[in-house]
């Protein structure tokens, strides 16, 4: 079952137990899925919908911290109760212990290959990193995963 199916089976469920908050946070994702598979013209693949999933979520905490500035703390808190739903159908996420051993593996297979790798090579080195961690189906920052990287090549 794809990551969209598992969506709506879920929204049919929320609408017969009644479960308003996580029926209008599925409906709010359901959304957010079609669209983009309607502006794609084909069905989504399940890390298409991973990476929708978590623009998702970065718009949920950035209007977070803004009804939290703009001393609206209802709003804040109706925002803050849709991430773990939203969180539910995501990857786990990776602890930096599993992408600094990640890095780690990448830089030393290159340097194994041939000469040690540098800052010239992090694009590729985050390349293979996102690769291994999205078999692995886990999820990272990039951020996180750049400064690892960045803290493995020199």
Known sequence: ???VERVHQD???AMKARDEARLSTLRMMKTALKN???EKRAPLTDAEA???LATQIKQRRESMEQ???GNRPELAAKEAAEIPIIE???PKVADEAQIRALAQAVVAEIAASGARPTAKDMGGVMKAVQSRLQAADLRADGKQVSEI???ALV
């Open 1 to 3: 079952m794809t990551l």
């Open 11 to 13: 929204m049919i469920a």
């Open 36 to 38: 983009k598979e309607i």
């Open 50 to 52: 991973v990476q929708i």
């Open 67 to 69: 009804f939290t500035q």
């Open 88 to 90: 539910h159908y995501m």
């Open 149 to 151: 990287v960045r803290a």
